[in-house]
């Protein structure tokens, strides 16, 4: 199975602060990466798609990259309405699998 | 308007069964693949099974395999995981998901199962 690790595992940061969250794949997954969202008591919402491809309706200050096995998701200006726990999960071969997510507050 | 329900979550007691089902509408079902997706109290998410859309194609994750089967019903746009032979460590919300290639573009609320003595 491909292990995804995520890091950091939480984050703090002010509003309009920048926050890069990367996931790292034990072994290339191409492009096939997606970001979700998960605020609390809530199902995820994707973000992002194959690695990079913004879901429609969410912000532009959200973004992706990367391919193979590094991959970042970056908040370019980070808002209250942020705070969540994000997770990627790796599309290219089952099982499907999650990072184990990063923690995102405000300061 | 997508939705996703899930329903038949509850208490069980190791060794039990149960069948969760997923009442789709919005959306034309029959032409996506479908998914479980778990979430254990405080943990993170764990991909469970996928199905394909005409239901020929089945996947679970290998501490499922051979205790829970994905099914769907098209005619009533309905998704299913029966869970046989519970265990504690299968206490989790779950999740049902709209499938594309990319990844899971529609997510239900979730159920939660709760396995316990």
């Known amino acids: 199975d491909i292990q995804m690790t995520q890091s950091p595992s939480s984050v703090s ?5 920048r926050v890069t969250i990367t996931c790292r794949a034990s072994q290339g997954v191409s ?3 997606a970001w979700y969202q998960q605020k609390p008591g809530k199902a995820p919402k994707v973000l992002i798609f194959a690695a990079s491809s913004l879901q429609s309706g969410v912000p532009s200050r959200f973004s992706g990259s990367g391919s193979g096995t590094d991959f970042t998701l ?3 200006s980070v808002q209250p309405e942020d705070v969540a726990t994000y997770f990627c999960q790796q599309v290219n071969s089952g ?3 999650f990072g184990q997510g990063t923690k995102l507050e405000i300061k | 308007e997508v939705q996703l329900v899930e329903s038949g979550g509850g208490l069980v007691q190791p060794g039990g069964s149960l069948r969760l089902s997923c009442a789709a509408s919005g959306f034309s079902f029959s032409t996506y693949w479908m ?4 979430q254990a109290p405080g943990k993170g998410l764990e991909w469970v099974a996928n199905i394909n859309q005409d239901g020929s194609q089945k996947s679970h994750v290998d501490s499922v395999r051979g205790r829970f089967t994905i099914s769907r019903d098209n005619a009533k746009n309905s998704l299913y ?3 046989n032979s519970l265990r504690v460590e299968d206490t989790a919300v779950y999740y049902c998901a709209r499938t594309i290639t990319d990844g899971y573009n529609f997510w239900g609320q979730g159920t939660l199962v709760t396995v316990s003595s």
């Open chain 2, 81 to 83: 995981l029966q869970m």
């Open chain 1, 31 to 33: 492009n096939g990466l």
């Open chain 1, 74 to 76: 970056t908040i370019s």
């Open chain 1, 95 to 97: 099982p499907f699998t």
């Open chain 1, 13 to 17: 940061a002010s509003v309009g602060d």
């Open chain 2, 35 to 38: 998914t479980w997706v778990r």
